[in-house]
Each structure stands twice: as C-alpha cells, then as structure tokens.
C-alpha cells in the first residue's frame, strides 16, 4: 500500500510542480506522468481523469493554507499574526516572480474553462480573506473585511506585478510596504 501512495504523492507533486510552471493547458497527464517517474498507463490507477489530480493539487493547497494560517496565528498579536503573514507570503521570491501564484493562476484558468473546481480553487481566497479580517476585527465587521480585502489584494497583485516583471525584488518591497500599511490600520 505504501508504493501505491508514493506513486500517488509523486504525482500530485508533478502535477503541481508541471501547473505552477507551464499552466493547465500545457500540463498534460504525459509530461506529470514523466516528472513523476510514473508509466503514463499508471496514472488511471490513480486519478481517472485530469480533473480528478487537479482537484488533489487544489485539496493539497488548501491543507498547506490551513497549516500555514493556523502557524501565523501562533503569533500572539493581530499585527504579529499579520506579519507573519507577509512573511509567508514573501517566501520563494524568486519561483513566485518566475511562475507568479498558483493558486492565482488555477482559479483564472479553470474560471475561464468554466470548470467545476473554479469553486474549489477560488475557495483558498476567501480562506484567506476569512483570516485577515479577524486579525482586522470581527470578522462580520464591515470594516475588517474591507482592510482583509485590501491586504489581500495587495498581496496578489504585487505577485501579479513581480511575475510580470520577473523581479522579485519588487515583491519584496511591496510587502515590507503592506506591513507599514497594515501596522497603520491596527
């Protein structure tokens, strides 16, 4: 049983390796298969259909977004919890400006396919937006959803901006920006 989960696991891992990199158009079941190490025939045993490893990539993003909000909320301050924050999303400069967000370019992708797990990929965004409003207030509160709007979108669109350009750089120092900003609104 191991093996069969290993093969799994290292297929899951290409295809989000081979997404983040290449986009889902150009991911194919063959070239995940090959970064895998996985016989092309093999892949069916384990996921049926494109879709069926692509809704895994997304149930592994959401987990790894769960882990890693729940370790900045370790933190014992709403300015230190958003800083912690920032932090996380200041790592892997460089992979973000080469190949930007992936979870980013999911929802875009699978929105424009009109594709059912556009819901499950848009999800991990309202996750987030979700946790930045109650480090803002109450999460109900008007004004908290607003500044977790605003946060996150600066996030994203610094990511958006660092990718374009492919300067890292840049990222870097509209985060350190976001965190003044956000020390203001505290």
């Given at each position: 049983?191991?093996r ?5 696991a290292?297929l ?9 990199e290449?986009g889902?158009?150009?991911s194919?079941l063959?070239?995940?298969a090959?970064?895998a190490?996985?016989p092309?025939?093999?892949?069916y045993y384990?996921?049926?259909?494109k879709?069926d ?7 592994e993003?959401?987990?790894?977004h ?10 014992e301050?709403p300015?230190?919890?958003?800083r ?5 999303r200041?790592e ?17 992708d699978?929105?424009r396919e009109?594709s059912?797990?556009a819901?499950?990929?848009?999800a991990?965004?309202e996750q987030?937006?979700s946790?930045?409003?109650?480090r803002f207030?109450?999460?109900?509160e008007?004004?908290a959803?607003r500044?977790a ?7 994203l669109g610094?990511?958006?901006?660092a ?17 003044a900003w ?5």
């Open positions: 049983m191991a069969r989960s290993n093969k799994r290292a899951v891992v290409a295809a989000r390796e081979a997404f983040h290449l889902l158009k150009r194919t063959a070239v995940i090959k970064r190490g996985v092309l025939g093999n892949v384990y996921f049926k259909t879709d490893l692509l809704a895994a990539v997304i149930a993003l959401r987990e790894e769960d882990a890693r909000l729940a370790a900045c909320a370790e933190a301050t300015l230190a919890q958003l912690a924050y920032l932090a996380w200041s892997r400069l460089e992979t973000q400006a080469r190949h930007g967000n992936l979870p980013a370019a999911l929802a875009q699978l929105a009109e059912a797990l819901v499950d990929a848009g991990l965004f987030e937006r946790w930045l409003a109650a207030g109450e999460p109900g008007g004004r959803a500044l709007e605003e946060l996150h979108c600066a996030v610094a990511q958006v901006a990718h374009a350009s492919g300067d890292p750089s840049l990222l870097r120092r509209r985060l350190a920006a976001l965190d956000a020390a203001a609104r505290l």
